[in-house]
């Protein structure tokens, strides 16, 4: 993480009293992102805190999940006139509603209808909505009147957080990959296996497109051939690729950690990869902050991936999983539709590895038959073949690493059995 | 003795003749098991009930799906019926809620599976069913059921062999997939011949990827036997010596960037790794790891090693073959990997790995065992360093010879 990003908290989701807070500040020591990079965790003295918010979300559902109306909830001080304001993702007044709240509790179930009548229900249009809500009366007697703007038969306006459309079908599909990673440092020709990588990475890339769902590939710059900022900059098209909502499925191939993925460059001992290398200052990577930030869960715009297979060193080992949007166990099927799943999550999936993984030379070819396999499988398969079906055939028939170290390493977290198109 | 150069594409090309014979081929193994499962499809099912048809493209071919104008679909893969599903399941494929009250118990849909297996004939120790089921229940929100009963089995390693659904209103069966080595049989013959599959360039068929040359492997063989010779004779493993090609089922050899990476098959089911100029391990016809059938009887034992114990069995091994000793690094606590859940009581086996990594975190070293915890017989043994990876084997022609 840089270091001019951060991760913010929003107290107003936490009901209002003291907490206790404290601080935990990660520093990696070192460049090479792996299993074994040493981070060491600087914690402050916890203190407690007061939070005292005249409009608070303590209740509030980040996506609109009943297909037929949105329940907007907000927690304030009692005998209150209120209104709240819709505006879409374009800044564009939507709809409002006004009320009175004689104990404080402000709640509107919105039909989605837009204020001339019409319907608000196309994800592809309307990735989601930003409620401003607009309180009057008196503000001043209560604990929070310690907010801006607070006074006795006054009126003060917030935004809440977004409102988030739920995806309508699996998504658009992103496939990556470091496009020099069997190249970049060596002496030899290489450049065999780079085609044996396309090939693989062109067999993922079509999958969707057999069922015209959209997909795009995205060679990520790596290595040395490429200036520091072509490196950076093929990065920045990934992030920005993640931040669109109508992107929910996502493949990369290349060097991972356990909570980033990317590189800059190989690290090598003869012909041979041992490692890789994130230069300082570089954005060569994606980490979980920048994901919990802008993709799973997201102030304004969470969209959690449907699926998602980090397909590099160490990915399911830290928090990846989630900052995608994406239990971090294995759920199974029918965990998202039981009570259990509060956040209204649809079936969703993550593949990753918790250990370094097989990429020895003579390796190669077996190990994108594997890919091959899987995504064959898995998304051909007229019998529905779940996701574990294709991982399971892919690992008995391609020949690539061994069954049990596949079985062991290979974490599939969410819904192992998600349907390709589900 | 089959001598292999360098790998292959896994896939082959799906022409129209090959699609209509692996069909054909494949017909009566679904209408088969749509018999014995009293299946709500035409029998026998024929061509014209088809809506739909994949042929798949990928190892263990002849495999085809097909979907039914009924909306019942089948798989068949490597010479059996592994998914037989009612794609009507709306719970299933649209997670839209049935209605009404659940009747079945799930004792009786552990039955109602078990009873399906029997009904294909597939024993309960092909695929783990006389060890006791994960049984998921069904999601109930109100009148709503908005996911069936589940079903699944698992092998030693907790792969997932059964996965069931069962309709929690009739009891009656929506899908049934099936996955393990032991279901495995002869494919149907088919007649035609597929060609290999297509990438739009020649990687694979002009040898783009560097393969090793005939003449350097055929120098190499004799090197390699050598030196399985002495590596065997170091450990006394139980093989003949010296081995002769008489020994040899198959060999690989892959030009792994400058130097060889090879795999050597005895015909009585060993396996030895040879990389740069020395063997780097076996693997014992025992191996619980490996890729082929398992039942767990063959496995069964007791836990006569500590973890500890089963250690010094591996470093006892290493220091037989006398390697220098700053280039083997086990003084760290390894991965240990063990039979998943019940299996753990009665299958003594224990694998290891020592993944070394230098203070940049570079994998550098690296052991992988797996002993036997009955007998103390060490059935597996990897061992690599970078402190090798120089070398070459005296060979006076290159490796490979691009054109």
Same mark, same amino acid.
């Given at each position: 993480?840089?270091?001019?990003?951060?991760?913010?908290?929003?107290?107003?989701?936490?009901?209002?009293?003291?907490?206790?807070?404290?601080?935990?500040?990660?520093?990696?020591?070192?460049?090479?992102?792996?299993?074994?990079?040493?981070?060491?965790?600087?914690? =402050?003295?916890?203190?407690?805190?007061?939070?005292?918010?005249?409009?608070?979300?303590?209740?509030?559902?980040?996506?609109?999940?009943?297909?037929?109306?949105?329940?907007?909830?907000?927690?304030?001080?009692?005998?209150?006139?209120?209104?709240?304001?819709?505006?879409?993702?374009?800044?564009?007044?939507?709809?409002?509603?006004?009320?009175?709240?004689?104990?404080?509790?402000?709640?509107?179930?919105? =039909?989605?209808?837009?204020?001339?009548?019409?319907?608000?229900?196309?994800?592809?249009?309307?990735?989601?909505?930003?409620?401003?809500?607009?309180?009057?009366?008196?503000?001043?007697?209560?604990?929070?009147?310690?907010?801006?703007?607070?006074?006795?038969?006054?009126?003060?306006?917030?935004?809440?957080?977004?409102?988030?459309?739920?995806?309508?079908?699996?998504?658009?599909?992103?496939?990556?990959?470091? $496009?020099?990673?069997?190249?970049?440092? !060596?002496?030899?020709?290489?450049?065999?296996?780079?085609?044996?990588?396309? $090939?693989?990475?062109?067999?993922?890339?079509?999958?969707?497109?057999?069922?015209?769902?959209?997909?795009?590939?995205?060679?990520?710059?790596?290595?040395?051939?490429?200036?520091?900022?072509? !490196?950076?900059?093929?990065?920045?098209?990934? !992030?920005?690729?993640?931040?669109?909502?109508?992107?929910?499925?996502?493949?990369?191939?290349?060097?991972?950690?356990?909570?980033?993925?990317?590189?800059?460059?190989?690290?090598?001992?003869?012909?041979?990869?041992?490692?890789?290398?994130?230069?300082?200052?570089?954005?060569?990577?994606?980490?979980?902050?920048?994901? =919990?930030?802008?993709?799973?869960?997201?102030?304004?715009?969470?969209?959690?991936?449907?699926?998602?297979?980090?397909?590099?060193? $160490?990915?399911?080992?830290?928090?990846?999983?989630?900052?995608?949007?994406?239990?971090?166990?294995?759920?199974?099927?029918?965990?998202?539709?039981?009570?259990?799943?509060? !956040?209204?999550?649809?079936?969703?999936?993550?593949?990753?590895?918790?250990?370094?993984?097989?990429?020895?030379?003579?390796?190669?070819?077996?190990?994108? =038959?594997?890919?091959?396999?899987?995504?064959?499988?898995? /998304?051909?398969?007229?019998?529905?073949? $779940?996701?574990?079906?294709?991982?399971?055939?892919?690992?008995?028939? /391609?020949?690539?690493?061994?069954?049990?170290?596949?079985?062991?390493?290979?974490?599939?977290?969410?819904?192992?059995?998600?349907?390709?198109?589900? | 003795?089959?001598?292999?150069?360098?790998?292959?594409?896994?896939?082959?090309?799906?022409?129209?003749?090959?699609?209509?014979?692996?069909?054909?081929?494949? &017909?009566?193994?679904?209408?088969?098991?749509?018999? @014995?499962?009293?299946?709500?499809?035409?029998?026998?099912?024929?061509?014209?009930?088809?809506?739909?048809?994949?042929?798949?493209?990928?190892?263990?071919?002849?495999?085809?799906?097909?979907?039914?104008?009924?909306?019942?679909?089948?798989?068949?893969?490597?010479?059996?019926?592994?998914?037989?599903?009612?794609?009507?399941? #709306?719970?299933?494929?649209?997670?839209?809620?049935?209605?009404?009250?659940? @009747?079945?118990?799930?004792?009786?849909?552990?039955?109602?599976?078990?009873?399906?297996?029997?009904?294909?004939?597939?024993?309960? *120790?092909?695929?783990?069913?006389?060890?006791?089921?994960?049984?998921?229940?069904?999601?109930?929100?109100?009148?709503?059921?908005?996911?069936?009963?589940?079903?699944?089995?698992?092998? *030693?390693?907790?792969?997932?062999?059964?996965?069931?659904?069962?309709?929690?209103?009739?009891? #009656?069966?929506?899908?049934?997939?099936?996955?393990?080595?032991?279901?495995?049989?002869?494919?149907?013959?088919?007649?035609? %011949?597929?060609?290999?599959?297509?990438?739009?360039?020649?990687?694979?068929?002009?040898?783009?990827?560097?393969?090793?040359?005939?003449?350097?492997?055929?120098?190499?063989?004799?090197?390699?036997?050598?030196?399985?010779?002495?590596?065997?004779? @170091?450990?006394?493993?139980?093989?003949?010596?010296?081995?002769?090609?008489?020994?040899?089922?198959?060999?690989? %050899?892959?030009?792994?960037?400058?130097?060889?990476?090879?795999?050597?098959?005895?015909?009585?089911?060993?396996?030895?790794?040879?990389?740069?100029?020395?063997?780097?391990?076996?693997?014992?016809?025992?191996? &619980?790891?490996?890729?082929?059938?398992?039942?767990?009887?063959?496995?069964?034992?007791?836990?006569? &090693?500590?973890?500890?114990?089963?250690?010094?069995?591996? #470093?006892?091994?290493?220091?037989?073959?006398?390697?220098?000793?700053?280039?083997?690094?086990?003084?760290? *606590?390894?991965?240990?990997?063990?039979?998943?859940?019940?299996? #753990?009581?009665?299958?003594?086996?224990?694998?290891?790995?020592?993944?070394?990594?230098?203070?940049?975190?570079?994998?550098?070293?690296?052991?992988?065992?797996?002993?036997?915890?009955?007998?103390?017989?060490?059935?597996?043994?990897?061992?690599?360093?970078?402190?090798?990876?120089?070398?070459?084997?005296?060979?006076?022609?290159?490796?490979? %010879?691009?054109?």
């Amino acid at each position: 993480m840089g270091s001019t990003t951060g991760v913010g908290i929003y107290f107003d989701e936490f009901p209002n009293g003291t907490n206790t807070i404290q601080l935990l500040t990660t520093v990696r020591q070192s460049d090479f992102i792996n299993a074994q990079t040493p981070y060491i965790v600087y914690p =402050n003295t916890p203190a407690a805190i007061t939070i005292g918010n005249l409009i608070t979300f303590t209740n509030w559902d980040d996506f609109i999940w009943d297909n037929g109306t949105y329940t907007f909830r907000a927690q304030t001080v009692p005998n209150v006139d209120w209104e709240i304001d819709i505006y879409d993702w374009n800044n564009n007044f939507v709809n409002y509603q006004t009320g009175h709240s004689t104990d404080g509790n402000i709640s509107w179930t919105w =039909n989605l209808y837009d204020y001339w009548g019409n319907p608000r229900t196309n994800p592809d249009s309307d990735p989601g909505f930003i409620p401003y809500f607009t309180i009057t009366g008196n503000l001043s007697n209560s604990a929070q009147s310690a907010e801006a703007g607070a006074n006795a038969n006054s009126t003060t306006t917030k935004p809440g957080p977004g409102a988030m459309t739920q995806r309508s079908d699996v998504g658009n599909w992103l496939v990556t990959f470091q $496009d020099k990673l069997y190249e970049d440092g !060596r002496s030899n020709d290489w450049t065999w296996a780079t085609q044996i990588l396309e $090939d693989g990475i062109n067999a993922i890339w079509f999958a969707p497109m057999q069922w015209q769902i959209p997909s795009a590939k995205w060679a990520i710059k790596f290595g040395r051939t490429y200036t520091a900022a072509d !490196r950076s900059n093929s990065w920045a098209t990934v !992030r920005a690729y993640l931040k669109d909502p109508s992107y929910r499925n996502f493949y990369y191939f290349g060097h991972g950690g356990i909570n980033g993925f990317g590189a800059d460059m190989n690290v090598l001992s003869n012909e041979d990869i041992i490692s890789s290398i994130t230069l300082p200052g570089n954005a060569a990577e994606i980490d979980t902050a920048f994901l =919990n930030s802008n993709v799973g869960n997201a102030r304004y715009g969470a969209h959690p991936y449907r699926f998602v297979f980090l397909d590099g060193c $160490d990915t399911a080992t830290g928090g990846l999983p989630d900052a995608f949007g994406i239990p971090k166990q294995n759920m199974g099927a029918s965990w998202y539709t039981s009570t259990n799943n509060v !956040r209204h999550l649809k079936p969703s999936a993550f593949v990753g590895w918790d250990s370094d993984i097989e990429m020895s030379s003579s390796a190669i070819e077996n190990f994108w =038959n594997y890919r091959k396999i899987w995504i064959s499988f898995w /998304s051909t398969a007229n019998v529905s073949a $779940d996701l574990l079906g294709g991982l399971d055939l892919a690992r008995d028939t /391609s020949g690539w690493w061994s069954v049990p170290d596949i079985t062991t390493h290979r974490k599939i977290y969410g819904d192992n059995n998600m349907l390709f198109k589900q | 003795m089959i001598l292999e150069l360098g790998g292959a594409s896994a896939f082959i090309q799906v022409t129209a003749q090959y699609s209509n014979a692996v069909l054909v081929a494949v &017909l009566p193994y679904f209408t088969d098991v749509a018999k @014995k499962l009293d299946l709500p499809v035409p029998i026998p099912i024929t061509q014209a009930d088809i809506a739909k048809v994949d042929i798949w493209p990928g190892p263990g071919a002849p495999g085809a799906s097909i979907l039914l104008k009924n909306n019942w679909s089948f798989g068949f893969l490597q010479g059996y019926v592994y998914a037989v599903q009612n794609t009507h399941d #709306k719970v299933i494929f649209d997670s839209e809620p049935t209605y009404g009250p659940i @009747k079945i118990t799930a004792e009786d849909t552990v039955k109602t599976a078990r009873d399906t297996l029997r009904k294909l004939g597939i024993a309960p *120790e092909d695929v783990f069913s006389d060890f006791e089921p994960k049984v998921t229940p069904p999601n109930q929100i109100g009148t709503n059921v908005t996911y069936p009963y589940q079903v699944e089995w698992f092998d *030693e390693m907790g792969s997932r062999t059964v996965d069931m659904r069962i309709d929690p209103h009739t009891g #009656k069966l929506d899908r049934l997939y099936l996955h393990h080595f032991n279901l495995e049989r002869p494919p149907p013959k088919i007649d035609v %011949v597929p060609p290999p599959e297509d990438t739009g360039h020649d990687s694979f068929s002009s040898m783009i990827p560097p393969h090793p040359s005939p003449e350097y492997a055929l120098k190499l063989i004799p090197i390699m036997l050598k030196a399985i010779d002495a590596y065997g004779g @170091k450990l006394s493993l139980p093989i003949t010596r010296p081995l002769t090609t008489n020994n040899l089922a198959k060999i690989e %050899v892959y030009n792994n960037g400058g130097w060889p990476h090879c795999e050597i098959w005895l015909t009585n089911g060993w396996r030895f790794i040879y990389r740069h100029t020395m063997v780097n391990g076996y693997d014992t016809p025992d191996r &619980l790891g490996k890729r082929g059938p398992m039942h767990i009887k063959d496995f069964a034992g007791k836990w006569n &090693l500590t973890t500890n114990q089963a250690i010094e069995v591996v #470093k006892a091994a290493l220091a037989k073959l006398d390697y220098p000793t700053n280039n083997v690094h086990m003084d760290f *606590e390894p991965t240990v990997i063990i039979p998943a859940g019940e299996f #753990k009581k009665i299958i003594p086996r224990y694998m290891f790995e020592w993944y070394y990594k230098d203070g940049s975190g570079h994998q550098t070293s690296r052991i992988e065992a797996e002993v036997n915890a009955d007998n103390g017989k060490l059935e597996s043994l990897f061992y690599d360093d970078k402190a090798y990876w120089d070398s070459r084997p005296p060979i006076d022609v290159p490796i490979s %010879v691009k054109n």
